[in-house]
C-alpha cells in the first residue's frame, strides 16, 4: 500500500534555485559517496545562512509571511550533525518556550492554590524542504520537573508523513510501504518507530502525539512544509540513532 504514490527521495530539492543537480538519495540511504551540495557546506561546516536562504525561497512560493525576527539568529536551522541537511534536516524558531512556577509569573500576584506548581508551554514553527527528514527522535521528562513533552502538529503549508512508535488512530504500517517511500532509519536496529500517516495544509487535520516519550519523527512531502506545533514545555530531546545530537556539522 502507498501512500498516494508520492516520493520522498531527496530529488524534489531539484525544483529549488539553489538545489539544481542534487542527489535522488542520500549517502545515508543507499551506502554511497554523498552528494549534498557543495553550496550548503563550507569547510567541512554547514553554511546556516546558505540553508535559510533555501527556507526563504520555500517561504515565497507558498506566499508565508517572512516575519522580521526570522531575519534575525532567533530563525535557526539543524543538520543534527550528520553532514547531510539535504536529507536530514530542519529549520525552526520558537515563539515562545516558556516555563516558571504560578506564583512568579507576570506581575508574581498570583495567590490562588496552584501557586506553588511548575507550568510550560511552547509555540513553535517548524520548516522543513522537499522531502527533508527531521530524524527519529523522543522527548523525556528532565531535571526541571517537567513532565515529557506532548504536542501537536498542524500543517500550514505543503504535506508531511508524521511517523511513530504506536498507533492510535489513521495511521498505517511502514512496513506496507514500498521501500524507496519508508522513512530514513528504518531497518536499523536504531530504528523504533512502526507506523506513519500522512497530513497537509489542505484537510488542515492536526495530528499529536498521544503516547508520553514515544519515538517519532517528520517527513515532508515533495514542496517542502511549514508546520505549527502546540506543545508543553520543551527541555530534553534524544535522537534514536547513536551519534545523533541536536547541533550542526562543524559547529564548536
Not at 157 to 177: A, N, P
Not at 197 to 203: E, I, V
Not at 219 to 245: C, L, Q, R, W
Request: proline content about 3%; overall charge negative; aromatic content about 14%.
Amino acid at each position: 500500500m502507498r501512500l498516494q504514490g508520492q516520493r520522498w527521495g531527496v530529488a524534489a530539492l531539484c525544483a529549488g534555485t539553489l538545489l539544481q543537480g542534487c542527489a535522488s538519495h542520500s549517502a545515508k540511504q543507499s551506502g554511497t559517496e554523498k552528494n549534498v551540495e557543495k553550496e550548503f557546506y563550507a569547510d567541512g561546516a554547514l553554511s546556516a545562512e546558505t540553508v535559510k536562504q533555501a527556507y526563504f525561497e520555500m517561504f515565497e512560493r507558498f506566499n508565508y509571511p517572512v516575519a522580521d525576527v526570522l531575519k534575525t539568529d532567533e530563525f535557526w536551522v539543524c543538520d543534527f550533525n550528520q553532514g547531510d541537511v539535504l536529507a536530514l534536516g530542519m529549520g525552526g524558531i520558537f515563539w515562545m518556550n516558556e516555563q516558571g512556577e504560578y506564583k512568579s509569573a507576570g506581575a508574581g500576584n498570583y495567590k490562588g492554590a496552584f501557586k506553588g506548581d511548575h507550568f510550560g508551554y511552547l509555540m513553535h514553527e517548524i520548516y522543513l524542504l522537499p522531502g527533508q527528514t527531521l530524524p527519529e527522535h523522543a522527548h523525556l521528562g528532565g531535571p526541571e520537573g517537567h513532565a515529557p513533552k506532548m504536542e501537536a502538529w498542524q500543517v500550514r503549508y505543503g504535506d508531511v508523513r508524521f511517523y511513530g512508535e504506536h498507533k492510535h488512530g489513521d495511521e498505517m504500517e511502514i512496513s506496507e510501504l514500498a521501500k524507496e517511500e519508508r522513512p530514513w532509519g528504518y531497518g536499523e536496529d536504531w530504528f523504533k518507530s512502526k507506523y506513519i500517516t500522512h497530513r497537509d495544509s489542505k484537510k488542515n487535520i492536526m495530528y499529536k502525539l498521544e503516547d508520553p516519550e514515544a519515538w517519532h519523527g517528520i517527513v515532508a512531502g515533495k514542496d517542502g512544509a511549514i508546520i505549527t506545533e502546540g506543545a508543553t514545555y520543551h527541555n530534553h530531546v534524544h535522537f534514536s540513532k547513536p551519534g545523533m545530537e541536536f547541533k550542526n556539522t562543524g559547529a564548536e
